[in-house]
């Protein structure tokens, strides 16, 4: 049976807009098979650095992963929101991730963009900080880091080039751009710049997502995981959550969103593993909720440590030959920082 696109469902706001849905990459992954099966882990942080001393933590951290770690995922905000978004600052963050001696594959975060709007972080135009990131960071068909890997990204003139995929071990590893406030919906200053450039940045994720349903199913990976920046508050898909309550008031801006995880959790078979930062609350559970309000069972979030709690990540080991693939564990460095 052919699965249905969920670009598909959105072709009438994309008529309303008249924006043409994006045109996505060529096939170039490097088959399942050719890769191999094998047992493997990656390092797994975000929300850091967002101060002097917590760039020197991060460096720590990023020395001292272990040998068995194959790559490191950094789901962004690499600064507070009440320090400039200057090319300065930008520059000396990326930077510090450009030293990882391992590949680091990176999606930006609200504060590197969405939210440069705000005075105290300069008065930035977002698109236009956007558009920096693409160049020095997501121009390049490759991950950040002294060692890099090779990605796919999003092309097309209404791709976003930071969507990005890779295949590691049998497994599918994958970003989608979805920042924090509300989805970027509070920001930009421009309201209807806003909501049509929001709208189409919603398609390219949903054409994105189908191409790797599509790619999943092509290379057999056994397993997906996708990292965004936001925590889409799943649990505003509860009835009884105060989350739903408030969200029946005012703008949900993650619920097209959790519905296109649910289409992906429908049209694929095999475990799902979605990473995000955003809330610094590091937590591991299965928040994502069918019709009938019950957690869908091979969908597991994970959500990073951060500021403050910057000596601590995560290491997740994927064995695909294992059900659950994943297994989940905190690590720290030693937090012995001298006043910088």
Not at 40 to 45: C, K, V
Not at 249 to 263: C, E, I
């Amino acid at each position: 049976m052919k699965r249905r696109s969920f670009v598909g469902s959105m072709a009438a706001a994309a008529a309303a807009t008249g924006l043409v849905p994006p045109r996505l990459a060529a096939a170039g992954d490097t088959p399942a098979g050719a890769r191999g099966a094998h047992r493997f882990a990656f390092a797994f942080i975000g929300d850091l650095p967002y101060t002097g001393l917590e760039e020197r933590m991060l460096v720590r951290i990023l020395e001292e992963i272990d040998p068995g770690v194959s790559f490191v995922v950094h789901v962004g905000d690499i600064k507070s929101s009440s320090e400039p978004c200057s090319d300065e600052l930008l520059s000396r963050r990326l930077a510090l991730l450009e030293q990882s001696r391992l590949p680091l594959l990176f999606t930006p975060g609200d504060n590197e963009w969405t939210d440069c709007w705000r005075p105290r972080a300069g008065g930035f135009d977002p698109l236009e900080r956007l558009r920096w990131l693409r160049a020095r960071v997501h121009a390049r068909a490759q991950t950040m880091g002294r060692q890099t890997l090779p990605l796919v990204r999003q092309s097309g003139p209404d791709g976003l080039p930071e969507n990005t995929r890779l295949i590691h071990g049998s497994v599918l590893f994958a970003t989608l751009n979805v920042p924090g406030s509300n989805n970027a919906t509070q920001t930009v200053r421009a309201e209807k710049l806003a909501a049509e450039w929001n709208a189409a940045r919603e398609r390219a994720n949903a054409a994105w997502v189908d191409e790797l349903i599509e790619v999943a199913a092509r290379e057999r990976c056994p397993a997906i995981v996708l990292a965004s920046h936001a925590n889409p508050d799943f649990f505003s898909d509860d009835p009884y959550s105060i989350h739903h309550a408030v969200n029946r008031v005012f703008s949900d801006g993650y619920a097209a969103h959790r519905n296109l995880l649910r289409h992906l959790h429908e049209a694929y078979p095999g475990e799902i593993l979605y990473l995000h930062g955003d809330t610094h609350r590091q937590r591991i559970d299965q928040p994502l909720l069918d019709a009938d309000a019950r957690p869908l069972p091979r969908f597991t979030r994970v959500e990073c440590y951060g500021s403050p709690f910057t000596s601590s990540w995560l290491r997740i080991v994927v064995d695909p030959s294992q059900r659950p693939i994943f297994e989940i564990n905190s690590r720290s460095v030693a937090a012995d920082l001298p006043p910088g």
